[in-house]
């Protein structure tokens, strides 16, 4: 079955406590990139990749790191969260151009 | 810049009526337009595309939707809405610029009544 996969699906931590959101996908695309969803907001994309060891910032790139070392693999770093990192964050991924994107579940991250 | 509007917080629609969720947007260039399903936790399901071709576009669970590029918008549409229906939906365009980048509105709540 394709599916994008990110684990865990719900996350409580504290202030300063290194996490990181892992992200798979098996469809063998090349592009894959995380948002964050906030009420009123939408999702905005954090970072994106374009292909193996090439990523870039999002939108809202601060307080996050992300690797591509792998093709299917695109984990979410974050070094020292804080409370405003607190949110609903998606991993997605697709082919290049006019496809649709593909969602994972969605990790619910609470920081305290 | 890029960017995507949906002018409503909520839709609400009796069961068994039509429905309209509306988008608007604004692109350079020709505009790859989505829309996106959500349900409570739950990640998001594509409903449907439009990238060319014809206006009306026809998407899963007998959800379509309407381009029209005088007006700059991409209506979802629904003949008869069920309960099942509601969700939080969400319309987006694809950068093709710089980044390929989904850039999404801020989502509209669709409550259908029984």
């Known amino acids: 079955e394709a599916q994008v996969t990110q684990n865990p699906r719900y996350l409580i931590t504290v202030t300063g406590k290194k996490l990181t959101v892992t992200c798979s996908q098996n469809?063998?695309?090349?592009?894959m990139s995380w948002y964050r969803q906030d009420p009123g907001l939408g999702l905005r994309q954090i970072y994106y990749s374009m292909n193996v060891e090439v990523t870039d910032k999002g939108d809202v790139p601060e307080g996050y790191k992300v690797s591509r070392k792998e093709k299917r693999n695109f984990p979410l770093i974050l070094e020292s969260p804080s409370p405003n990192q607190t949110s609903l964050y998606f991993c997605a991924s697709s082919f290049i151009r006019n496809t649709e994107a593909f969602f994972g579940q969605g990790t619910r991250l609470t920081v305290v | 810049a890029q960017s995507v509007a949906q002018p409503e917080d909520q839709v609400n629609v009796a069961e068994g009526n039509p429905l309209t969720v509306k988008c608007t947007y604004s692109v350079s260039g020709n505009p790859y337009l989505f829309w996106y399903v959500q349900y409570p936790n739950r990640g998001l399901q594509f409903l449907l595309k439009?990238?060319?071709?014809?206006?009306l576009v026809k998407g899963s669970y007998g959800f379509e939707a309407e381009f029209n590029k005088s007006q700059t918008s991409f209506h979802l549409k629904k003949p008869s809405a069920l309960v099942s229906d509601s969700a939080l939906y969400f319309c987006?365009?694809?950068?093709?610029?710089?980044?390929?980048?989904?850039?999404f509105g801020t989502g509209t709540l669709l409550a259908v009544q029984p």
């Open positions: 469809m063998n695309h090349e592009y």
């Open positions: 987006a365009v694809r950068d093709l610029a710089a980044t390929n980048k989904l850039i």
């Open positions: 439009y990238i060319t071709g014809d206006n």
